[in-house]
């Protein structure tokens, strides 16, 4: 079966004059079918967001390879890249710097319509009003610039001029942590109603566990540049299998479908992306660690139903620290 995105082997490496090499994605792979929303969670600087500027094209990939519908659009040229834009897009973090503060709504909804399809006059506006009908954005707003607006409404603008193309694909990068908790639910069911109507794909990026069950079929956990679990929503919350996924779940009980988890106390520091030793990242903090652990990289292993875990320890059955 072809995914609408396939992902192998992908890796983005920053240089850190003086210090080395930052290792920001660190092998991972994964895929995602069409009509699917693929949530992407873990702590902040974990490399979740770079993964999404690697496959948007915002940063160019150290190694790997992406693919949409079976076609590779890695390492793409600038006019490829224009291309790639009807079939994939990006919603931004902060919906306050990423709209262009000297343009109005109505110039940067109708900016995708004008580089891609060349349209002007009656059916560049006509193409605004029906994307704006679908968005849910008063016609008031157009006129309007986007110090002008709240966050929530923003944001909106935002979702509209990613959809404007109707790309097989939207990025959204942690698309209401910047909102006001009032606002989240609007933007988050906004989101899920234009999937259900227009039949969307999205890889949700965020830190917020609740937003991420809610809209999401299947997360990946991910750990400093490394996939720690992978499986569909309903099976991560109610048996969450890696360490690392178990003390994520526990720090926010009341969220997940499954039996209460204890509070987890992780001990120890993150360790430095900056050329990282060999072996598992979690290790340092994690209490079923052994030797091995700290030699060989994990793989990851199938546990049946599309839940896959990278950790040597997944079949021991001790108890997680308490609080």
């Not at 897009?89 to 306050?96: A, G, N, T």
């Not at 227009?198 to 996939?227: E, W």
Request: aromatic fraction near 6%; proline fraction near 6%; charged fraction near 25%.
């Amino acid at each position: 079966m072809e995914h609408l995105l396939e992902v192998n082997h992908l890796k983005k490496y920053f240089d850190v004059k003086g210090k080395g090499v930052l290792h920001a994605v660190d092998d991972v792979s994964f895929y995602i079918d069409e009509g699917e929303t693929v949530g992407l969670v873990g702590e902040s600087g974990c490399g979740k967001s770079t993964v999404g500027n690697v496959l948007i094209g915002l940063h160019k990939a150290t190694a790997g390879e992406v693919k949409i519908q079976g076609k590779e659009v890695t390492y793409r040229s600038r006019k490829n890249s224009s291309a790639l834009a009807k079939e994939m897009q990006i919603i931004f973090q902060d919906p306050y710097s990423s709209l262009n503060p000297k343009k109005t709504v109505y110039s940067i909804l109708s900016e995708p319509f004008q580089i891609q399809e060349k349209l002007r006059g009656k059916e560049l506006r006509k193409r605004v009003l029906k994307i704006c009908d679908m968005c849910r954005i008063s016609e008031d707003l157009l006129d309007k610039f986007p110090n002008e607006l709240d966050g929530g409404k923003r944001q909106t603008i935002g979702i509209a001029r990613a959809l404007a193309l109707f790309p097989k694909i939207i990025i959204c990068d942690e698309p209401v942590s910047a909102l006001d908790v009032s606002i989240q639910a609007q933007i988050i069911n906004l989101l899920m109603d234009l999937q259900k109507d227009y039949g969307l794909t999205y890889l949700f990026i965020s830190h917020d566990l609740s937003a991420v069950k809610h809209i999401s079929n299947r997360i990946i956990v991910m750990y400093l540049g490394r996939f720690m679990e992978t499986a569909p929503v309903d099976e991560l919350f109610e048996r969450p299998t890696h360490p690392y996924t178990q003390a994520l779940l526990s720090a926010v009980p009341t969220i997940h479908g499954g039996k209460d988890l204890e509070r987890i106390i992780l001990e120890g520091d993150v360790p430095s992306p900056i050329n990282p030793p060999p072996g598992c990242r979690f290790c340092k903090r994690c209490w079923l660690a052994d030797e091995r652990c700290e030699r060989e990289d994990p793989q990851m292993v199938d546990l049946g139903n599309q839940h896959r875990v990278a950790c040597h320890r997944v079949s021991e059955q001790r108890e997680p620290p308490q609080a």
